[in-house]
């Protein structure tokens, strides 16, 4: 069974900086790229970048260009966004996402991070 | 960018009845692999968001045959052909033909 298990939730004061984490187990690491989008309340999912595991290619979307970083660790099966300058508009769930066999970007799907912006 | 526009935003649904979503993109999502680069999702209540048809017509693993997508070029519709209550949620179509990946605006399907 394919699993994307992300970190807890967190809790940031405007202008910081957030890391999640997104360990991907029952599938090859590197056979798909891993994307992180954003979901904020009432809102449709915002595509935020990608990542090729093996290469670390990565692609953002321009909206959050300069803002974040993905990386990925093989050694460890985990992919990470890094979002800084945080503002309260950043409040929301983050996800991260990866393909399958289906032909889909988005097969597998974590469980979501909360991340909360506040003074 | 491509612009997703989905209708309605919301749809009240009595069970056993059959419900349709429409999908609208700016640019064709028809790749010259003849392709179309369009995938339907839905977010139940407290859950992330599943696949449910990519492709704009292959339904995912273990997805109910009464989901079906159909359309192509800039038009799209995902069709239930009888609702039932486990189906609430906020469906969304999203284009997956380039960078940046864009969504609809989602349609959030309730029952009467």
């Known amino acids: 069974e394919v699993q994307l298990v992300q970190s807890g939730a967190e809790v940031r004061k405007p202008g910081a900086t957030v890391k999640i984490s997104c360990k991907v187990s029952?599938?090859?690491?590197?056979?798909?790229?891993i994307h992180w989008l954003q979901k904020a309340p009432g809102k449709g999912p915002q595509w935020m970048g990608l990542?090729?595991?093996?290469?670390?290619?990565?692609i953002y979307a321009e909206r959050f260009q300069g803002r974040v970083t993905i990386v990925a660790e093989t050694s460890r099966d985990t992919a990470y966004m890094e979002l800084r300058s945080l503002r309260a508009e950043d409040t929301a769930l983050y996800y991260c996402?990866?393909?399958?066999?289906?032909?889909?970007?988005?097969?597998?799907w974590g469980q979501g991070t909360l991340v909360t912006v506040s003074s | 960018d491509i612009v997703m526009t989905q209708s309605p935003l919301s749809l009240p649904v009595t069970p056993g009845e059959p419900a349709s979503i429409s999908c609208r993109s700016s640019?064709?999502?028809?790749?010259?692999?003849?392709?179309?680069?369009l995938d339907w999702y839905v977010q139940k209540p407290g859950q992330s968001p599943q696949l449910l048809i990519c492709?704009?017509?292959t339904r995912a693993s273990g997805v109910p045959d009464r989901f079906s997508g159909s359309g192509s070029g800039t038009d799209f519709t995902l069709q239930i052909s009888r609702v039932e209550a486990e189906d609430v949620g906020v469906y969304y179509c999203?284009?997956?033909?380039?960078?940046?990946?864009?969504f609809g605006q989602g349609t959030k399907l309730e029952i009467k």
């Open positions: 996402a990866t393909g399958g066999t289906t032909g889909s970007l988005l097969e597998f």
């Open positions: 029952g599938k090859i690491f590197t056979d798909h790229y």
């Open positions: 990542i090729h595991p093996q290469h670390g290619q990565t």
């Open positions: 640019q064709s999502l028809l790749h010259s692999s003849g392709y179309n680069f």
């Open positions: 492709l704009g017509s």
């Open positions: 999203m284009q997956a033909l380039q960078t940046p990946y864009s």
